[in-house]
Nanobody, 117 residues
Framework: QVQLVESGGGLVQPGGSLRLSCAASGIIFSLYTMGWYRQAPGNERALVARITSGGSINYADSVKGRFTISRDNAKNTVYLQMNSLKPEDTAVYYC???????????WGQGTQVTVSS
């Protein structure tokens, strides 16, 4: 059974930082592209950052220079370090595991991030 379990969300003031974690089980983690997506009320789910099995990284333009994605294959965990948070970063953040060549994709349950004073 595949599980992606996010943690680290919460309420933070503008300019603050949070670190999200996603622990994966039931997959060969090192083979998967791991990503973070977010969805705000009334908006579609959108890519925030993605890291491939080979370590290539992509960011949404809106988070470049503020967010950093990383992975620890030994711990089957992907991280999203979020700095200089803005109110517009408020959303539910979802972890994603993607093995496109096999047509496999999994989602976590989401973690709420709220940026507000």
């Amino acid at each position: 059974q595949v599980q992606l379990v996010e943690s680290g969300g919460g309420l933070v003031q503008p300019g603050g930082s949070l670190r999200l974690s996603c622990a994966a089980s039931g997959i060969i983690f090192s083979l998967y592209t791991m990503g973070w997506y977010r969805q705000a009320p009334g908006n579609e789910r959108a890519l925030v950052a993605r890291i491939t099995s080979g370590g290539s990284i992509n960011y949404a333009d809106s988070v470049k220079g503020r967010f950093t994605i990383s992975r620890d294959n030994a711990k089957n965990t992907v991280y999203l370090q979020m700095n200089s948070l803005k109110p517009e970063d408020t959303a539910v953040y979802y972890c994603n595991a993607d093995l496109m060549v096999r047509g496999l994709m999994y989602w976590g349950q989401g973690t709420q991030v709220t940026v507000s004073s």
